[in-house]
């Protein structure tokens, strides 16, 4: 994948980067009380996203988890209307009404993130299906974490999508930790890509803080998957680097030696390591393109913060029932 070329590299760089500005601005802006409900970041494992988007088109569809504001951007949802979302602000990319765990933009295929753990499995096998009832190339992606591989709904959605040979590519991020609950001790078999096998679907591991490997892994299973081969699963290992959700404490149920040991597997900066011992030069290019994310999330967060909330008036619309009444709030 070294070889992959050099305007790409730089693409999933700047992909990394600007996931990153944004979560680590959105952890200053909880703490500053801006967000309210919680807020789920996604340092540490922005290579999955990245790597798994960057094979994707506009047309192809993602369904996301609580943790999806890295998804949510890579799919191409401006830093913007994430922020002024999860700030809870009228213009965000659901209104203000959803918050980080309902981020929708179904224009460039972000089809949801979500407060609970495994539907996003059985969405986009769905889609899949919606895809090959009506003959388009498209393709879906399903998001989860290793929390959800022990959930009906992975049984489910993966079985289907073997039977119906669907579109479909099934991510495990596998960041070792459901909340606090270690993989291995809530897992029988703990190798998430063997499970392809009882399904009859391919399953692979790919090293998930190396965003190069990545990226060739979803290459080829979205290409199969866009040429009728039907579904793969890929199984990411990575790391949440901050707790589970921001606010949380964080040293009971693992060490902060192990967290400072994935912090020297950042993602990020192996990319950088690659680039720069290709040519010295780029160190310069990365770090005006460092300056250039930083200004961009700059502005965003500006944007946010100074956008309207929404107007209370308008809280029944988009909600619908058949024996809705408007109420009168005179
Ligand atoms: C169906 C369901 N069960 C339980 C929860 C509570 N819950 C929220 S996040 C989480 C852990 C999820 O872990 P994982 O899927 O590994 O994702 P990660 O947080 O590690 O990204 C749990 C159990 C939920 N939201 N939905
Ligand atoms: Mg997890």
């Known amino acids: 994948m070294n070889n992959l070329e050099l305007e790409k590299k730089l693409d999933l760089y700047r992909g990394m980067r600007t996931i990153r500005e944004c979560e680590e601005r959105l952890v200053r802006s909880h703490q500053r009380g801006l967000i309210p409900g919680p807020c789920h970041t996604y340092i540490g494992q922005e290579a999955v996203a990245v790597g798994v988007c960057a094979c ?12 999806g504001h890295g998804h949510a951007i890579a799919k191409g949802l401006h830093p913007r209307e994430l922020m002024a979302e999860v700030f809870g602000r009228a213009t965000g990319c659901s209104g203000g009404r ?12 972000l089809m949801g993130t979500s407060g609970i753990v495994g539907p996003s ?6 889609a899949g299906y919606s895809f090959k009832v009506l003959k388009t190339d498209q393709v879906s992606v399903a998001f989860f974490g290793d ?11 993966l079985n289907m999508a073997t039977i119906w040979n669907l579109p479909v590519l099934f991510v495990c991020e596998n960041n070792q930790f459901a909340t606090e609950v270690p993989f291995h001790y809530s897992s029988g078999n703990p190798s998430v890509a ?8 391919p399953g692979v591991e790919v090293d998930g803080n190396d965003v190069l490997a990545v990226y060739e892994v979803a ?23 901050r707790p589970h959700a921001e606010g949380m404490d964080d040293y009971s149920y693992r060490t902060r030696e192990e967290v ?13 390591e690659i680039l720069v011992a290709d040519n010295e030069s780029m160190k310069e290019n990365l770090g005006a393109m460092d300056t250039e994310v930083k200004a961009l999330i700059d502005e965003a967060e500006k944007f946010a913060e100074e956008s309207p909330y929404p107007d209370p008036l308008t809280a029944e619309d988009h909600v619908f029932s058949a024996n809705s009444r408007k109420i009168d709030h005179a």
């Open 194 to 201: 063997a499970r392809g096998a009882a399904y009859g679907l």
């Open 219 to 241: 290459g080829e299973a979205i290409q199969r998957a866009r040429s009728g081969e039907g579904p793969t699963l890929i199984e990411c290992k990575t790391y949440r680097t």
């Open 260 to 272: 400072d040991e994935w912090k020297s597997r950042d993602p990020i900066l192996r990319l950088r």
């Open 147 to 157: 929390g959800a591989v022990n959930n009906g709904a992975f049984h489910e959605g």
């Open 121 to 126: 499995i059985l969405q986009a096998t769905g």
């Open 56 to 67: 994707l088109r506009n047309d192809d569809v993602i369904f996301s988890t609580h943790r």
């Open 98 to 109: 959803g918050g980080s765990m309902h981020l929708f933009a179904p224009e460039v295929g």
